[in-house]
């Protein structure tokens, strides 16, 4: 079974432009390195402009590789330059109970 993964980048001032850009480089990655199902990824955007980032690992010893594997610490590197990561209770809408965020097409 996989293992679903809700990440949360805050850009850094003027960074949500090369943000956007690195996050369209994750997925992909991910994906090369057969770490993430082929179920599609969603990309959503927050009334504070942190990015929400959401898709599958193919189980969570998947998501334990990721933390070893040279490609993915490299796009992390990538996007440390330009975001912070948040947990989902800094995200403002997670207050509510059914919480609504903006869709964000990277394509």
């Known amino acids: 079974m996989g293992s679903f993964v809700i990440c949360a980048f805050r850009p850094k001032p003027g960074q949500e432009s090369k943000l956007l850009d690195v996050l369209k480089t994750h997925i992909p990655i991910l994906k090369g390195e057969?770490?993430?199902?082929?179920r599609p990824?969603?990309?959503m955007k927050s009334s504070?402009?942190?990015?929400?980032?959401?898709?599958?690992?193919?189980s969570a010893d998947h998501s334990e590789?990721?933390?070893?594997n040279q490609a993915v610490l490299d796009v992390r590197a990538r996007l440390e330059a330009c975001c912070d990561?948040?947990?989902?209770?800094?995200?403002?809408?997670?207050?509510s109970p059914f919480p609504n965020f903006e869709s964000i097409d990277l394509g």
């Open 34 to 38: 057969d770490l993430i199902t082929d």
């Open 41 to 43: 990824p969603c990309f």
């Open 48 to 58: 504070d402009g942190t990015i929400l980032e959401l898709f599958e690992w193919k």
């Open 65 to 68: 590789k990721a933390h070893e």
């Open 85 to 95: 990561y948040l947990t989902l209770r800094d995200v403002p809408e997670t207050t």
